[in-house]
Structures are given as structure tokens and as C-alpha cells.
């Protein structure tokens, strides 16, 4: 299976509730990254996070960092129309490459 | 500055044709990656180059190839293409090697494979 591991598969959520998203890993990284996607376009960084941090906060965003655990969550608060989107984490192995998680698709009714 | 380019935006090929893809990094970053987006397999890490050198590569046959040029600009070859070779093809720039940094993604392109 892949090296991250995204859950839920999918969301739905009604506008102005927080939407949360969790990431699985399996081996040690470097950073883990989060990225969005909006209808097969082309992927916009979200926020990165380095193997030493626990948490980092981006305007509505949040993610933390458990290495122990090897997984990382995304938090969306007071979410809105606009960040529905695919969201995905990517693992930072140590010199050697990127690999993505399947991703969570993330459903925001008004 | 102005984001990763890629061009064509669209493409689409016959069977046993090649292609070349076009990555256009933000100025100043020396690190272009390459993925493959398709419904079945997700995204999937294809090379990394940085500084016109290959550094590292993910499990795609040898149809896939790849280079840098001095000026970090870098394209992308699939040679005798397959069904299974229609997808997105997105690169990545970023100021640092081995994805120690934010990448920064330009919009793709569509490959279809007829």
C-alpha cells in the first residue's frame, strides 16, 4: 500500500463547519506536506511541515505532526464553498522522493 | 514571480507515438520533479532533477526519460506510448533538492493516448 494514507476516502460538510482530514505513514520522513487540488488542476501547497515540528497554523489551517504515531491531520476551520477540492499529504522521504497519499475529497454544501 | 509553467497544456497521441513535455521553473529554483496523476494509480512521483543532474527516480519503465537544462528549464519524453500512459502530468519546482522544501506545482498537462 502507499506510503501515505489519507482518511476519509471523502467529506461532506456544510459551510462553516470545521473539516477535518488525517494522514497515515510508514516510514521516517523528512517534512510532510499538504496539498489541494481543485478539479484535476494542477496541485497548490497547502502548508509543510518539518519531521521536528508539531504543529503549524496557516490562516484557517492547521496541521499537526505526531512522528511517534507517523501521522498528521489537516484541520479546515470555518470552512466555505471555495476549499472544496482534493486534499493531499505527501511524505518527504529522507534524499529520496515525494510520495502522495490517495487523497480525501473534501464536499462543502451552501 | 511568475509560477511553473508547462506546456502543451493539452495533448493528445496515437499508440507507439512519443511525447515531450515541457517544465518551466519559477526563477531562481534549480529542483523540477515530475508526477503522473491517473484515477487508478493517484500520484506518482516519476524523477527529480536539480542542477541539470537526475537525483532520484520512481518505478516507471525506462519509456520514460527525462532531462534538465542549464537555464533549469526541464522536459519530460515517454516514447512509444501506451493506452495506460493518458494522464496528468504535473512537474514541481522548488528552491532546494530532495523535496526538503515546498513544491510549487504548474498546471499540468493532459496527455490522452488514442
Known amino acids: 500500500s502507499q506510503q501515505g494514507e489519507e482518511d476519509p476516502q471523502a467529506l461532506s460538510i456544510q459551510e462553516g463547519e470545521n473539516a477535518t482530514m488525517n494522514c497515515s505513514y510508514k516510514?521516517?520522513?523528512?517534512?510532510l506536506q499538504w496539498y489541494r487540488q481543485n478539479s484535476g488542476r494542477g496541485l497548490v501547497h497547502l502548508i509543510l511541515i518539518r519531521s521536528n515540528e508539531r504543529e503549524k497554523h496557516s490562516g484557517r489551517l492547521r496541521v499537526t505532526l505526531d512522528t511517534s504515531k507517523k501521522s498528521s491531520s489537516l484541520l479546515i476551520t470555518a470552512s466555505r464553498a471555495a476549499d472544496t477540492a482534493s486534499y493531499f499529504c505527501?511524505?518527504?522521504?529522507?534524499?529520496?522522493?515525494?510520495?502522495f497519499g490517495a487523497g480525501t475529497i473534501l464536499r462543502v454544501k451552501s | 514571480k511568475a509560477g511553473v509553467t508547462q506546456t502543451p497544456r493539452y495533448l493528445i497521441k496515437t499508440r507507439g507515438q512519443q511525447v515531450t513535455l515541457s517544465c518551466s521553473p519559477i526563477?531562481?529554483?534549480?529542483?523540477v520533479s515530475w508526477y503522473q496523476q491517473t484515477p487508478g494509480q493517484g500520484l506518482q512521483f516519476l524523477f527529480e532533477?536539480?542542477?541539470?543532474?537526475?537525483?532520484n527516480k520512481g518505478n516507471f519503465p525506462g519509456r520514460f526519460s527525462g532531462r534538465q537544462f542549464s537555464n533549469s528549464r526541464s522536459e519530460m519524453n515517454v516514447s512509444t506510448l501506451e493506452l495506460g500512459d493518458s494522464a496528468l502530468y504535473l512537474c514541481?519546482?522548488?528552491?532546494?533538492?530532495?523535496?526538503?522544501?515546498?513544491?510549487?506545482f504548474g498546471p499540468g498537462t493532459r496527455l490522452t493516448v488514442l
Open positions: 532533477y536539480f542542477s541539470e543532474t537526475q537525483r
Open positions: 505527501a511524505t518527504a522521504l529522507y534524499g529520496n522522493k515525494l510520495v
Open positions: 514541481a519546482s522548488s528552491s532546494s533538492p530532495s523535496f526538503t522544501d515546498t513544491q510549487y
Open positions: 526563477s531562481g529554483h534549480r529542483s
Open positions: 516510514t521516517s520522513i523528512n517534512n
